[in-house]
């Protein structure tokens, strides 16, 4: 009786030690500045050089629309990128190189200018 009471002991024991809770991961936004547009923008976002998504941007035109979803990222460094297509070519926007810890929120700014 004594060793099984034991063996019991030991597995509760064990079954309480558990895993370590997986990191919270980040959050990226991306967000068109273009105070002096009105027009609607394909953009796509890029972390780490891999296509993540794309949206259209919609700027002083009804709904307004400047903000994209969010995209989970890992805690740690990342490489964000952005381009738009423009006519027949794109505008890159330059990559930007960020440190995210983890649960906290970063918003990518993608300047543009009208003329």
Do not use: K, Q
């Amino acid at each position: 009786m004594r060793t099984s009471l034991v063996a019991v002991a030991a597995a509760g024991l064990l079954a309480c030690r558990g895993t370590e809770p997986a990191p919270r991961p980040a959050t990226l936004y991306f967000s068109l500045d273009a105070p002096f547009c009105g027009m609607a923008l394909p953009v796509e976002f890029y972390v780490d050089s891999l296509l993540v998504g794309s949206d259209t941007f919609r700027v002083n035109l009804a709904p307004n629309h400047t903000t994209s979803r969010g995209f989970v990222a890992a805690a740690g460094t990342h490489r964000l990128g952005a381009r738009a297509a423009i006519g027949v070519g794109y505008y890159v926007w330059p990559d930007t190189v960020v440190s995210l810890g983890a649960g906290l929120t970063y918003t990518r700014s993608l300047p543009f200018y009208c003329s």
